[in-house]
């Protein structure tokens, strides 16, 4: 099944499951030559998808004017910009999706004085610094259906708060490693 344009504005999204709450408010989206079912599958095959919200709620944790823009050919999702504010400090990522069994994904997040423990609501241990740090991300993994996803997670978070103090927590199969505060 072929789009060729799709276009959305100020919608509501809504999810209540209990694990991971979310709400996206003034939904707009804008999609061009979308592929969404291809050999019996549902997915976004091949095209771009902007979305853009004025405001969410992901997990209890309030985000600004988020913002992804996917793009796709082939086999693989390509979401070449993931943002949203938080508080005063803008939130970017990076990340890739293969729509083949087993969807394997990175996710690459980068920011500068954000909260230190920003992605303690989506997720990540709380962190023993305080402030804002500037945070490094990267994140591997699968998104099978028939599994749960943290026993495949791998990858690394580094980060340093504003009054120097650096952390390093790596992650493996789910579990975080962490390197001790000098």
Known sequence: MSVDTLNANRNLIIDITPAFPFQITALSV???QLVLARDHQWGVWSGNLPLNGSDATFNKTDVLQPSLALETTGDALSISELSAFTGKRLLEAT??????PPRDFTLNLNRRAVPVNVLHNWGWPTLPLT???NLKLQLRGQMTAAAPLKPSLNGALQVQNTTGQML???LRHGEIVATPLP
Not at 95 to 100: G, K, L, N, Y
Request: charged share 15%; proline share 0%; no cysteine.
């Open 30 to 32: 804008a999609g061009r």
């Open 95 to 100: 990340a890739t999706v293969s729509q083949r």
């Open 131 to 133: 402030g804002n740090a």
């Open 168 to 170: 390093t927590q790596s």
